[in-house]
């Protein structure tokens, strides 16, 4: 991403977290970050359409490491299936490497997103409240469940915004096309791959994560700092 445009939401971000804003404001802003990240993903695809050089198909491997790696993981995979990537899940000691697929701008942007999320997920579980008689493992794993597909929804929503406003008829085919061709490249690497089983929860924070997640800023703040991947504590 542009060092401009990097700029410009991290500057939105930071006023949406003002504790002097007020929750419209601080929405407000946060909507703003997002429509921006999204609006950014249509423009590369565009560009690539006239000039493939500038934005190829590849792969990474981000680390997702325990406690909860799995609720980890889910939430990667959350975050990269609406901005057109996809991962495939290999266990790799006490966590898992998660191995994307997609092209360069929409890797860029999903674990740009991702890394952020962890950190707003990290604080929100360390003020979330464990109701008695819970077992607290078993809610933050629905928390986190609860979380991550909330954000899985923004994300369609800023998606499909950004391709509304774009205005232009070929948009449609040209992100179509560039999904098949992400899905091609995965199929190369992986051609026996397997879909996971349905995971199924038993705690009560569903209700509570999904909340946190309507909430969450998703322009990508937390670019610096410690490994996020560490915040969640069991």
């Not at 802003?29 to 934005?55: C, M, N, S, W």
């Not at 490491?65 to 991962?87: M, S, T």
Request: glycine share 10%; aromatic share 6%.
């Amino acid at each position: 991403m542009s060092e401009a445009m990097l700029s410009k939401v991290r500057k939105l971000l930071a006023q949406a977290e003002d504790p002097a804003c007020t929750p419209a404001e601080s929405a407000a802003f946060t909507a703003k970050a997002t429509e921006l990240i999204a609006r950014y993903g249509v423009d590369r695809a565009l560009l690539a359409a006239r000039d493939p050089a500038r934005d190829p198909v590849g792969d990474r491997v981000v680390d997702v490491v325990a406690p909860y790696a799995r609720d980890k993981a889910g939430l990667l995979a959350a975050v990269a299936d609406p901005l057109r990537c996809r991962c495939v899940r290999r266990r790799q000691g006490n966590g898992f490497a998660m191995h994307l697929f997609g092209f360069a701008s929409d890797l860029e942007r999903a674990e740009l997103l991702f890394t952020s999320l962890l950190v707003q997920a990290a604080h929100g579980l360390a003020g979330a409240v464990v109701p008695a008689g819970e077992h607290p493992a078993a809610y933050r794993r629905t928390w986190l469940a609860g979380f991550a597909q909330v954000v899985a929804e923004r994300l369609r929503a800023a998606e499909a915004g950004a391709v509304a406003e774009a205005g232009e008829p070929s948009v449609a085919l040209v992100l179509a096309d560039r999904s098949d061709r992400v899905q091609r490249r995965l199929a190369e690497v992986y051609p026996r791959l397997r879909t996971a089983p349905r995971r199924r929860l038993g705690g009560g924070g569903y209700g509570s994560g999904a909340a946190a997640g309507r909430r969450a800023d998703l322009g990508g703040t937390g670019l610096t700092g410690p490994d996020p991947s560490r915040g969640i504590v069991g």
